[in-house]
């Protein structure tokens, strides 16, 4: 009778019922503390397997406050008059190109006239008709589509902005290239040391957007994402850039990436991104982007703050470890403590003492995750 209430009181599975939600409810605690908010423990299994974070670059690396930097006319154009034409075709549009070169002309008191007809060309630029005359305002694959003439001088002038990070804008009626329009948005400041990070973890990281691939390249070199030949751990040569892609086309880039082998980790803030979020492994938002990217994410991060990338895959990945330690710890205890209790070796009231310790032990474990991130930032 002894060793049989010793083997009931052992085999109480209080550690076992303690161990995964004790767990979850400090690490995800901990994490509403520091502003990650995590939908489910689905998310924090998944981060343990991701070796690849992708970033969106507009609104995510970037502060998404894009401004006008620089006006190359054509031979023969007035500077004023090809930014005036361009602000009144953009003036139709919401998206922060358009919005930056809008306010570029207010800028400079130019009077921008009224534009007809006025349609947007997804992922390639706007047209609208201005004083009677069709204009196109967007990339060099809508010059190319549309076979307007660009002269060399344009083209190097362009090849030069986009070496410096700026987003080139054309601007063409009559089927010809009157000029290029220069646009930047600055990166947040902890975009580099963010990446340093996810490389410490040994992650590899890759940016995705709409840019050519010499602007996404002058990015990407400036947050340290590194393409080719960096020693193994610190990008090992194995980041990627993602240029040239269109809204529509990012959740097929999530997808490649995965066929490969990947385990991606997505990274956004707009409508466009919201697929992606919903494909990627792992979907994190930033929770100043849009309720449909928020909705669609599995991490949402609270502050403007990339540096939420790198606490919620760690504490996701040290929340994780700590439900195998209390696992381990439960399952250990039946195994060495049933034997020897069925064996009439121990006495209930030790049995008792143990099946308490070991409880409490599985809790005071997962408290332990209360400190996560202080000290650190």
Known sequence: MTAAVAVLIVACPCALGLATPTAIMVGTGRGADLGILVKGAEALEGSKKIDTVVFDKTGTLT?????????????????????????????????PIGTAIVAGAADRALGVPAAARFASLTGQGVCAEVDGQAVLVGRRTLVDEQDLQLSDELVHRATALEGQG????????????????????????DAADVVRQLHALGLQVAIITGDNARTAAAVAEQV?????????????????????VLPADKVSEVRRLQDEGRVVAMVGDGVND??????????????????????SSDITLMPDRLGGVVHAIALSRRTLRTIYQNLGWAF???????????????????????MGFS??????????LR????GAG
């Open 63 to 95: 502060r998404g406050r894009m401004q006008l930097t620089d006006v190359v006319p054509a031979p023969g154009q007035e500077q004023d008059e090809l930014l005036r034409i361009a602000a009144a075709v953009e003036s139709g549009s919401e998206h």
């Open 166 to 189: 700026r987003t080139t804008v054309y601007v063409g009626w009559h089927g010809q290239v009157r000029g290029v329009l220069g646009v930047a948005d600055t990166l947040k400041d």
């Open 224 to 244: 340290g994402i590194d393409t080719g030949g960096g020693p193994e751990g610190q990008g090992g040569g194995k980041d990627t850039v993602l240029a040239e």
């Open 274 to 295: 919201a697929p992606a979020l919903v494909q990627a492994d792992l979907g994190i938002a930033i929770g100043t982007g849009t309720d449909v990217a928020i909705e």
């Open 332 to 354: 250990g205890y039946n195994i060495a403590a049933i034997p020897l209790a069925a064996l009439g070796l121990l006495n209930p009231i030790i049995a008792g003492a143990a």
């Open 359 to 368: 409880s409490v032990s599985v809790v005071t474990n997962s408290l332990r």
């Open 371 to 374: 400190r996560f991130g202080r």
